[in-house]
C-alpha cells in the first residue's frame, strides 16, 4: 500500500510541475513564487542529503540519489508484475500461481498453446501415461493412517493443510481454512502454536501438532503438561497428533515470538504468559534419544485415547533416520505416520543460510525415509506424508511415487485463501489479511468467500491427480510404482525412479545390508541421534578451541526489530542468535 502511495505522489509530484510550467507561459507572477517554493524545498533536501552521514549514495548525489531507493522500494512489484516469465516465479511461479486462484475461484484451470516449460532441460520430470488409460474415480483415494498399535485409524485425504499456526496466521485465515476442510473433509493441521477456538469453529478434522514448546499443553516451565493435552487431545475434531521435530525451512532452529506479539488470544491459545517473550527450544525437553522419542509416542498414543500419532521432521542425517528405525525395533513402539518436510519448505521468517542451504530437499528426504522403512521391515506399518510445495495434481502422483502416501501443502492454501506471496509474513504487514495480526488487514479476509476457495482448490486438485491416476492406465494409487516417473538426466536420455536410484527389498538392513548402506546402519543407535562415531578418515583438520577474546563494545544493543531500508541510527548489536523474528507489535 505504501509504495502506491509513493507512486501515486511522485506522479502528482511531476504533474503539478508540468502544469506550473505551463501556467507560468499563461498567468500571472504568482505561479512563479510556487515554482520558487519547490525550488527551495528541493535546495533544502539537497543541502539535507550532503549533511547527513548514514547513506552515502545521498552525500555523493544528492536528490536525485532518492531514486534508487525509491525503486529499490517498488522492485518486487515491478518484478512480479511487468518483468517476471510465466514460469520464472520463485518460491511458485506465475503458471503455478494461477492455477491456484482459479481453481479456488472454481474458474478455468486450463492453458493454451502448450508448455512454456524446456522438456529438454537436464533434470526435467515427466509422467507415463497410457495407451489405454482408464475411467477416472468418482470419488476420492483416501489412506488409511494407523498402525496395528492405533486403535483409532484415520482415513485421510490426499491432500491436506500443512501446520501453520494461529499467530503466524490471522483468525480468518485459520477459520476460511477450517471452514474449507471441514467442507472437503480433508484435514487442517494446526501448527506448533496450540489447538485454538478458530481451529474448533467449523469442525473439520484436526491433525494437532506438538512442537518443542509445548504450547497449548505445557506447564507454567515450560514442560509437557499430560493432563492438559489428554483433555485436549479427546477432542471428537482431533483425529491425530503430530510430533514436531524440525521444519523444512529451518531445521534445528527453534523461534522467538516477541512479547509485544503475544496477544491475549496468543496468550491463551499457547499458555504462555503476556510480556515475556514466546520461546520455541530448538528440541524437546521430553526426549533426547530415539528410544525415548518413542516411549513419549506411546505416552501420546495412550493419552489421546489411541488415536494415530506421528513426527515430523526435515532429513538430516541418514543415520538419523535409521536411528529412528532402531528406536522402533528396540522399543517395539510404532509412530503412525511420519511427515517429511522438504528444505524447499516456507516458514513466517528464517534466516537465509538455512532456508538456502540446511536440510535435504523433499525428493532426497522423503526417498531415503521410505527406502530405509522398507529395509526395516517397518514401512507396511507407518504411512508416510510429503510436505513441500505441493501445489497441484502432478505433484501429487509425484510425490507418492518416490514413497508418499498422502501429502500437506501449506502455501498453496495460503494462496487458495489470498496469499499474494508478497513474502511480508514477518513484518505483520501482509497486504491480504492471511500472515498478520493487524486487524485492519485481517478484516479483509472474508472467511466464507475463502473457505468457499479452500474447499475448491482442494476439490479440484483431488480430482485432477485421480484424472492423471486414470490417464496412467491406474485405478488407484496403490498401483503407482518407480517406473512410471522418468528424469532427463543429460541431453541424450531420460531414466526411470526404478533404475535411476537404489532401492531396498523389505527387511534387508536385518539380512544382507547393502555395503553403501552398512557403514550407516551399523552407526546408527537408539540412544543417540546424529553421526556421533569417531571417522578415521576424510575428518576436518584439528582445529584448537580457545576462548573467545573479542569482546562486544560497551554501547552494544538489541538488534533492532526494523526492516532493512528503515533509517536509524545504526548501533553495534549483542551476537543473540535467538533476537525474535520481524517486527514487533500488532497493530489494531
Known amino acids: 500500500m505504501m509504495r502506491i502511495v509513493v507512486l501515486l505522489f511522485l506522479a502528482v509530484l511531476f504533474t503539478g510541475f508540468v502544469v506550473t510550467a505551463i501556467l507560468a507561459g499563461t498567468s500571472g507572477e504568482w505561479v512563479w513564487w510556487i515554482l520558487l517554493v519547490l525550488t527551495g524545498l528541493l535546495v533544502l533536501l539537497g543541502i539535507r542529503d550532503l549533511s547527513q552521514k548514514k547513506h552515502a549514495i545521498l552525500?555523493?548525489?544528492?536528490?536525485?540519489?532518492?531514486?534508487?531507493?525509491?525503486?529499490?522500494?517498488?522492485?518486487?512489484?515491478?518484478?512480479?508484475?511487468?518483468?517476471?516469465?510465466?514460469?520464472?516465479?520463485?518460491?511458485?511461479?506465475?503458471?503455478?500461481?494461477?492455477?491456484?486462484?482459479?481453481?479456488?475461484?472454481?474458474?478455468?484451470?486450463?492453458?493454451?498453446?502448450?508448455?512454456?516449460?524446456?522438456?529438454?532441460?537436464?533434470?526435467?520430470?515427466?509422467?507415463?501415461?497410457?495407451?489405454?488409460?482408464?475411467?477416472?474415480?468418482?470419488?476420492?483415494?483416501?489412506?488409511?493412517?494407523?498402525?496395528?498399535?492405533?486403535?483409532?485409524?484415520?482415513?485421510i485425504s490426499l491432500m491436506n493443510i500443512s501446520s501453520m499456526s494461529f499467530g503466524s496466521l490471522s483468525a480468518n485465515a485459520v477459520l476460511a481454512m477450517n471452514k474449507g476442510a471441514a467442507m472437503g473433509e480433508f484435514v487442517h493441521e494446526t501448527g506448533e502454536g496450540g489447538l485454538t477456538k478458530y481451529h474448533l469453529e467449523y469442525g473439520a478434522d484436526l491433525f494437532w501438532e506438538i512442537g518443542s514448546g509445548y504450547f497449548g499443553c505445557r506447564t507454567p516451565e515450560g514442560r509437557f503438561n499430560p493432563e492438559t493435552f489428554a483433555a485436549k487431545a479427546n477432542h471428537e475434531n482431533v483425529k491425530g497428533i503430530t510430533i514436531k521435530l524440525s521444519q523444512g525451512a529451518k531445521p534445528g532452529l527453534g523461534g522467538v515470538l516477541p512479547a509485544a506479539k503475544v496477544t491475549e488470544e496468543i496468550s491463551a491459545a499457547r499458555d504462555v504468559p503476556m510480556g515475556v517473550d514466546c520461546i520455541s527450544p530448538a528440541s524437546h525437553a521430553e526426549f533426547s534419544t530415539p528410544r525415548e522419542l518413542m516411549h513419549f509416542v506411546g505416552k501420546l498414543r495412550e493419552l489421546s485415547g489411541g488415536k494415530p500419532v506421528g513426527i515430523k521432521f526435515c532429513v538430516g542425517s541418514r543415520t538419523d533416520v535409521m536411528a529412528l528405525c532402531k528406536g522402533m525395533l528396540e522399543t517395539g513402539i510404532l509412530v503412525d505416520f511420519i511427515t517429511i518436510d522438504g528444505a524447499e519448505g516456507g516458514t513466517g521468517a528464517a534466516p537465509l543460510e538455512y532456508e538456502d542451504h540446511v536440510g535435504a530437499p523433499l525428493t532426497e528426504g522423503l526417498m531415503l525415509v521410505h527406502n530405509t522403512l522398507v529395509g526395516a521391515g517397518l514401512r507396511d506399518e507407518i504411512r508416510l506424508a510429503a510436505a513441500g510445495k505441493v501445489a497441484n495434481g502432478s505433484d501429487i502422483i509425484k510425490r507418492l511415487i518416490q514413497g508418499a502416501d498422502f501429502t500437506f501443502s501449506a502455501r498453496s492454501m495460503m494462496m487458495a485463501t489470498g496469499c499474494i506471496q508478497a513474502q511480508q509474513c514477518h513484518t505483520n504487514h501482509c497486504p491480504v489479511g492471511v500472515a498478520t495480526q493487524n486487524k485492519r488487514l485481517m478484516r479483509a479476509l472474508d472467511v466464507e468467500d475463502k473457505g468457499h476457495r479452500v474447499y475448491n482448490y482442494h476439490r479440484l486438485t483431488v480430482t485432477e491427480c485421480a484424472q492423471i491416476?486414470?490417464?496412467?492406465?491406474?485405478?488407484?494409487?496403490?498401483?503407482?510404482?518407480?517406473?512410471?516417473?522418468?528424469?532427463?538426466?543429460?541431453?541424450?536420455?531420460?531414466?526411470?525412479?526404478?533404475?535411476?536410484?537404489?532401492?531396498?527389498?523389505?527387511?534387508?538392513?536385518?539380512?544382507?545390508?547393502?555395503?553403501?548402506?552398512?557403514?550407516?546402519?551399523?552407526?546408527?543407535d537408539a540412544d543417540h541421534f546424529g553421526e556421533h562415531a569417531p571417522l578415521?578418515?576424510?575428518?576436518?583438520?584439528?582445529?584448537?578451541?580457545?576462548?573467545?577474546?573479542?569482546?562486544?563494545?560497551?554501547?552494544?544493543?538489541?538488534?533492532?526489530?526494523?526492516?532493512?531500508?528503515?533509517?536509524?541510527?545504526?548501533?553495534?548489536?549483542?551476537?543473540?542468535?535467538?533476537?525474535?523474528?520481524?517486527k514487533p507489535g500488532a497493530d489494531s
Open 59 to 155: 552525500r555523493n548525489f544528492p536528490i536525485v540519489g532518492h531514486a534508487r531507493y525509491l525503486f529499490e522500494f517498488i522492485r518486487p512489484e515491478i518484478q512480479q508484475y511487468f518483468i517476471e516469465r510465466n514460469t520464472d516465479g520463485r518460491p511458485f511461479s506465475r503458471d503455478t500461481r494461477s492455477l491456484i486462484y482459479a481453481r479456488a475461484k472454481g474458474a478455468d484451470s486450463h492453458k493454451a498453446f502448450g508448455t512454456e516449460l524446456n522438456v529438454n532441460e537436464v533434470g526435467h520430470e515427466y509422467l507415463l501415461h497410457s495407451a489405454a488409460p482408464v475411467a477416472p474415480a468418482t470419488s476420492q483415494h483416501r489412506v488409511r493412517v494407523g498402525s496395528s498399535q492405533c486403535s483409532k485409524p484415520y482415513e
Open 536 to 582: 578415521d578418515y576424510a575428518a576436518p583438520r584439528s582445529v584448537d578451541i580457545t576462548p573467545s577474546t573479542v569482546h562486544e563494545p560497551e554501547d552494544a544493543v538489541s538488534a533492532p526489530r526494523i526492516e532493512p531500508r528503515e533509517s536509524a541510527k545504526v548501533r553495534p548489536v549483542h551476537a543473540d542468535v535467538t533476537r525474535p523474528e520481524g
Open 469 to 524: 491416476i486414470a490417464s496412467m492406465g491406474l485405478t488407484s494409487p496403490e498401483q503407482l510404482n518407480t517406473r512410471m516417473l522418468r528424469r532427463r538426466v543429460n541431453l541424450q536420455s531420460t531414466r526411470s525412479y526404478a533404475s535411476l536410484f537404489q532401492w531396498l527389498r523389505p527387511g534387508e538392513l536385518l539380512e544382507d545390508i547393502p555395503s553403501s548402506w552398512k557403514e550407516d546402519w551399523d552407526e546408527a
